[in-house]
């Protein structure tokens, strides 16, 4: 993600919490990130949406 006003980096400083009530795989999380060229900071931006190369599926206990 980059800074739509300077182009610069954006840095995640905050990612909100699964809800007990959802699935963590299926849920996309929201992250307030804070660009570290302009210390602007982007409140509740995608932060599972569009992150699909990097995606780890967390194995539990309860599902094996
Ligand atoms: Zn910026």
């Known amino acids: 993600m980059l800074c739509n006003k300077c182009g610069g980096v954006l840095s995640v400083i905050r990612i909100e919490k699964v809800p007990k009530d959802k699935k963590y795989i299926d849920y996309e999380r929201l992250c307030d990130v804070e660009c570290l060229k302009c210390n602007k900071v982007f409140y509740s931006q995608p ?5 699909r190369i990097n995606m780890v599926r967390k194995i539990t ?4």
């Open 61 to 64: 206990r309860k599902d094996t």
């Open 47 to 51: 932060y599972d949406n569009g992150k």
